[in-house]
């Protein structure tokens, strides 16, 4: 099987523009079969400061209210995907921008509301397989922003990870996929307050005792469950670490079944 | 030869969802192959309104400058464009939202500064012919919106009547194209304080009578001569008319050489 790499990109590589321009560079320059994956709730929280639209989290997620989900459209779908699109352009990388509603990419259902009402937020149903392998095997590559539609005209803000994820484990069908996602660490923490201290592999048993010990960040937790559900469903590979990884061998945590 | 569509929307349409959502089902019911153009200028006026960023305009043309262009891209690739998909999609049209960047769908070079500096806007050097051959053999409905870019990492402002007759021209060597105009009006009218005078044909030598009677309001001039170039280039048939017509036989202004 041909190599795929399904890359995420976190907002802190997005809103500082040498280091995306840096990262942009590296991914352009990884040979095959590639698909980039971001958000951008920095800049969209930076754009409804500016629009004077209150920006509610709770636990680290965005209610997302229809004046939230306009702003996400703009800057997801518009500015940070566009000018992504643009840069990798001119790096020779043939860039294909979409929401998940572009040609059906992704389908989700619009979260029920149990304790706390999320608004127009998108749980993935599907993958549109077919179309992702159009595109790949035309020599495009897409970048994907975290949106997606419920296919009864309503757009959903998605969380990039979980996207990341979806797409990996569909694609497994057909590539030999690795699966990784940069942010502004170098992997997973043992200590949240040192950068040196990445754990460079974890494996399930690994990863239970480090939980046990309380060595994980919160944060990290439902990060590292994606990573193992994607392992678990046919991914091959999951890395974690800053966006130097992918193009020198930098620390970072590889995980393992 | 096959039939195809290309259709440009006006932003008096798009910032009116009641006849957006009109005009979108109606496009969705057309048989065939089709390509949807759209801008929305007025919707980006807008915003730059409520984010304090001033907009200068020249003869009807924006001066796109930076803080201008962003803009552009939010509200262009991103609201606009996501919200007509997402809607496109719930009508079982497979619509594909794109910017010239994609895939490198629309390139263009910056305009050069004669007595005006139009700042980044783009003159269209070439269309990706194959790229829309390829998806429009997959059943996919391009949606494209004004913005071109230069293949040096420049997103550049394009005027989306331009965009629609270059994508007709290009398109014109593998299909019967038909390009449509749809604005506010019912088509070119011989008194502007009259919606009911539409001029029903315009052939060349009606074009220069009307011109040389001043019977043609100025601003539709270079609309026109956009459509006989269009003509005069492989295109099959143009009309100017309100969305209703691609629906219905609505009086509208057919041009032809």
Redesign the interface.
């Known amino acids: 099987m041909d190599k795929l790499f399904v890359v995420k990109i976190g907002g802190n590589i997005i809103e500082n523009s040498t280091k995306l321009e840096s990262f942009l560079q590296d991914f352009s320059e990884l040979k095959g079969f590639k698909i980039l994956i971001h958000g951008g709730g920095k800049k969209a929280t930076a754009m409804a400061n500016?629009?004077n639209i209150p920006v509610q989290m709770i636990e680290g997620r965005r209610i997302t209210d229809e004046d939230n989900l306009?702003i996400i459209?703009?800057?997801?779908?518009?500015?940070i995907?566009?000018?992504i699109?643009?840069?990798l352009?001119?790096l020779n990388c043939?860039?294909?921008?979409?929401?998940g509603?572009?040609?059906?990419l992704i389908s989700a259902v619009k979260r029920s509301v149990k304790d706390i009402d999320y608004g127009f937020v998108g749980d993935i149903t599907e993958i549109n397989l077919n179309l992702f392998l159009?595109l790949l095997e035309?020599a495009?590559t897409p970048v994907c922003c975290a949106?997606s539609?419920d296919?009864?005209?309503?757009?959903l803000n998605t969380n990039a990870d979980t996207i990341a994820s979806s797409i990996a484990k569909s694609l497994s069908s057909h590539f030999e996929v690795s699966l990784w996602y940069c942010f502004e660490k170098n992997g997973v923490l043992g200590s949240i307050s040192d950068e040196q201290s990445v754990i460079e592999l974890i494996n399930p048993e690994i990863y239970d005792d480090l939980k046990s010990k309380e060595m994980i960040n919160l944060g990290m937790i439902p990060k590292i469950d994606n990573c193992f559900d994607a392992l678990k469903n046919g991914v091959n590979m999951v890395k974690i670490g800053s966006p130097k990884m992918i193009k020198i061998n930098e620390v970072h945590t590889t995980l393992i079944l």
């Open positions: 500016k629009l306009n459209t703009m800057m997801y779908g518009g500015e995907n566009k000018n699109v643009v840069k352009q001119a043939n860039a294909i921008g979409l929401s509603a572009d040609g059906n159009l035309n495009l949106i539609h296919k009864n005209g309503q757009l």
